[in-house]
């Protein structure tokens, strides 16, 4: 039980550590569409497609190659199975996903906040002390995303609104990976030091 369960925490830091260059990329994306936002939603749905197409069949191979009795720890296979689904819609229907952008976004960061909830609430015993933190940080996030679908604030500048909700929840991301990392490092050195007590004794 023991070596599974720190399979598993290996696996999950894995995720978190790879989940810092999506958060990363729709920061830039965010900058970027502030300062030049004329046709700029059209040129990133393409950009996006392509890199969706690229990373969704990487995403599928590495599944392959993975192990089977480790394959049940992530969630490669439907990760690029929609990625290269968009790819594709994005080739064909460009017009209709730019103007659709704030759904597909906030949905996207509905998604993933959703899991990092999920997996926080998992986690619960291996961080005592910042779980709260990170728990609230999650339904923050969550509302950001929801509030990003719907733009209940018609009076603010589309692409400053995109803009501004893109920076504030990948920024409360990163703040949250940083946080969980630290933590389950935390509880590893704590449980790795316990055990050498135990055998000491």
Do not use: C, H
């Amino acid at each position: 039980m023991v070596v599974e369960n720190q399979a598993i925490l290996k696996n999950k830091k894995k995720e978190v550590v790879s989940s810092f260059i999506v958060a990363i990329l729709l920061i830039i994306f965010a900058v970027v569409l502030f300062r030049n936002p004329e046709n700029f939603l059209s040129v990133a749905v393409s950009i996006f497609g392509y890199i969706a197409v690229a990373i969704g069949t990487l995403q599928i191979v590495f599944y392959f190659r993975t192990r089977e009795d480790q394959r049940i720890f992530y969630k490669r296979l439907m990760t690029g199975i929609l990625l290269i689904s968009f790819g594709i819609v994005s080739f064909f229907e460009n017009a209709l996903l730019t103007d659709m952008i704030t759904i597909l976004l906030g949905g996207y960061l509905l998604f993933l906040n959703s899991n990092r909830l999920e997996l926080i609430v998992n986690l619960k015993k291996y961080m005592e002390k910042t779980w709260i933190v990170l728990l609230s940080l999650s339904v923050l996030n969550i509302i950001g995303s929801i509030l990003l679908m719907i733009m209940p604030f018609p009076n603010i500048p589309y692409n400053t609104y995109i803009s501004a909700s893109l920076l504030i929840v990948n920024l409360i991301y990163i703040i949250q990976n940083i946080i969980l990392l630290i933590s389950l490092k935390t509880d590893t050195k704590k449980r790795k030091e316990k055990k050498e007590i135990v055998e000491v004794e």
